[in-house]
Nanobody, 122 residues
Framework: QVQLVESGGGLVQAGGSLRLSCAAS????????MGWFRQAPGKEREFVAA????????YYADSVKARFTISRDNAKNTVYLQMNDLKPEDTAVYYC???????????????WGQGTQVTVSS
């Protein structure tokens, strides 16, 4: 069982930056592939970024490439999402996800966090 707790969301102006954190419980964090998803009002949850458990390879949605960076610190059981040059269309609830086998690029994952709100004003 893994519990995920996101933090770092908030209100920011367009062009600004935020860093989201996701703290995971348990001693097996390093064995999970980790990901970030987001869900805007009235829309489906969508993939944002993922990082693998072994090599630390990263994957991004086209809409966030070159603006967002996912990273992980296995010693701190934490995965991060650095978001730069934020746009109003980035407004959503951001969710952390963990999966023991799959790279979390779809919503079929083992565990979800509770989400953190990111609001970008124009």
């Amino acid at each position: 069982q893994v519990q995920l707790v996101e933090s770092g969301g908030g209100l920011v102006q367009a062009g600004g930056s935020l860093r989201l954190s996701c703290a995971a419980s348990g001693r097996t964090f390093s064995t999970y592939n980790m990901g970030w998803f987001r869900q805007a009002p009235g829309k489906e949850r969508e993939f944002v970024a993922a990082i693998t458990r072994s090599t630390g390879s990263t994957y991004y949605a086209d809409s966030v490439k070159a603006r967002f960076t996912i990273s992980r610190d296995n010693a701190k059981n934490t995965v991060y999402l650095q978001m730069n040059d934020l746009k109003p269309e980035d407004t959503a609830v951001y969710y952390c996800a963990a999966d023991a086998q799959r790279i979390p690029t779809t919503t079929l994952v083992d565990y979800w966090g509770q989400g953190t709100q990111v609001t970008v004003s124009s």
